[in-house]
């Protein structure tokens, strides 16, 4: 058993492969900026194991933010999106202009309500956004329901959700007409930073390298397509570095047990913390029958606020930093005067409930189980 003064951090970036060799390997190679050979590396990794058309992006946000151009977000146009989750989910469509049109987590977990969606739906409508939170499907059969009744594209926060399917077959970020990866430190697979673009309407490809390559046709220029590249269109720089890809691809080549580490760590949570459930300490996720775990976020419900602090405080006191994350967007300082809609109470729930516990490529089963025991004991208590 770990020691119990030893301290558990919530995260840890971690080393699993080849990424310092190639880094150095893309120094040696005298191209650091984007578009080098390991971004080819990781593209055609997303190209091959997803069958989907993808672009490397900084980060997620980066990537919402080209779909936002590429489905030409404009002033006064309406987004739907859930209230639980990052910042980064609408800030691209404000930025574009668009009202947020906030809705409601299911009852029975964070992921939007997708019942609800419709009722939502206004002449202004232009994109639905889903976010897979803890990478667990939102229920996409009534999200591409109400997407092909009223001809409104989905866009696929998938985040948390790399390795995770829908149904068991379809991965997510690959479903709706554009979806979004993150490699942030936190997440499955990691780079510091960095994103991907899933491109699943082959109509907008072509338009996403002219504004990933800052509004310009340099890709086109670089194939030999055309005689020199000019500005074409708006845009940004979107792109990576080298050295960023460098340390994505060594963890891509490490996917697979990546996740059956991460997995094991979920599913040894779930079984520990039954007894806690039972007893109505606690809630532990709840999976539908159409998703799956993928090891990104192992989390807890508790009853209160108030309990959530107490037991973060309690596990800080024993050595274990747990957090929590999303506060209700329609209810932050930036949006609260803006919004007009109804009550979103399961979306106020998780964000003053919800509690994140230790969770990263590496954490020992000993620290899992002292993880559980501290939580046992303060409810103990």
């Keep these: 058993m770990a020691a119990s003064n030893e301290f558990i951090p919530f995260n840890k970036p971690f080393i699993i492969g080849k990424e310092m060799e190639y880094i ?139 390795e995770s399917k829908w149904k068991g077959e379809k991965q997510l970020g690959t479903i709706g007409k554009l979806g979004a990866f993150s490699f942030h430190e936190t997440k499955n697979i990691i780079a510091g930073e960095g994103g991907l673009l899933c491109i699943n309407d082959e109509s907008f490809f072509k338009r996403a390298e002219i504004i990933i390559e800052k509004g310009t046709s340099r890709r086109s220029f670089f194939r030999g397509e055309v005689n020199k590249y000019e500005w074409m269109d708006v845009g940004s720089s979107y792109l ?46 709840s999976i539908p029958g159409y998703a799956m775990n993928n090891g990104h976020i192992y ?16 596990l800080a006191d024993q050595g274990i930093l747990a957090v929590f994350h999303y506060q209700s967007l329609h209810k932050s300082p930036y949006y609260a005067s803006h919004y007009k809609g109804a009550e979103l109470p399961n979306a106020d729930r998780y964000s003053t409930c919800l509690l994140r516990l230790p969770l990263f490529y590496g954490i020992t089963e000993d620290q899992v189980s002292r993880v559980c025991a501290a939580i046992e004991k303060h409810f103990s208590r």
């Design 299 to 314: 989390y807890v419900v508790c009853s209160s606020a108030d309990e959530r602090s107490r037991l973060m405080k309690s």
């Design 240 to 285: 990576p570095s080298e050295l960023t890809a460098a340390y994505l691809f060594a963890q891509l080549e490490q996917t697979d047990k990546i996740q059956q580490n991460r997995i094991a760590s979920w599913n040894l949570y779930h079984s520990k913390l039954v007894s806690m459930e039972k007893r109505g300490s606690i809630s532990r996720p």
């Design 24 to 162: 150095a390997r893309a120094v040696e190679l005298g191209q650091l900026s984007a578009n080098g050979s390991f971004t080819k590396h990781c593209q055609d990794f997303f190209n091959e194991r997803y069958k989907i058309k993808n672009l490397l992006t900084t980060s997620c946000t980066d990537a919402l933010e080209l779909a936002a151009l590429l489905l030409n977000i404009q002033p006064s146009d309406e987004v739907i999106s859930p209230s639980f989750s990052y910042v980064s989910t609408v800030n691209p469509f404000v930025l574009r202009g668009a009202n947020i049109i906030f809705a409601d987590s299911s009852a029975q977990h964070p992921n939007i309500d997708a019942d609800q969606i419709e009722s939502l739906i206004t002449s202004r409508t232009k994109a639905i956004v889903c976010v897979h939170y803890a990478g667990m499907a939102c229920d996409m059969e009534k999200l591409l329901a109400v997407s092909e009744k009223y001809g409104i594209p989905i866009i696929e926060d998938a985040a948390h959700a790399i």
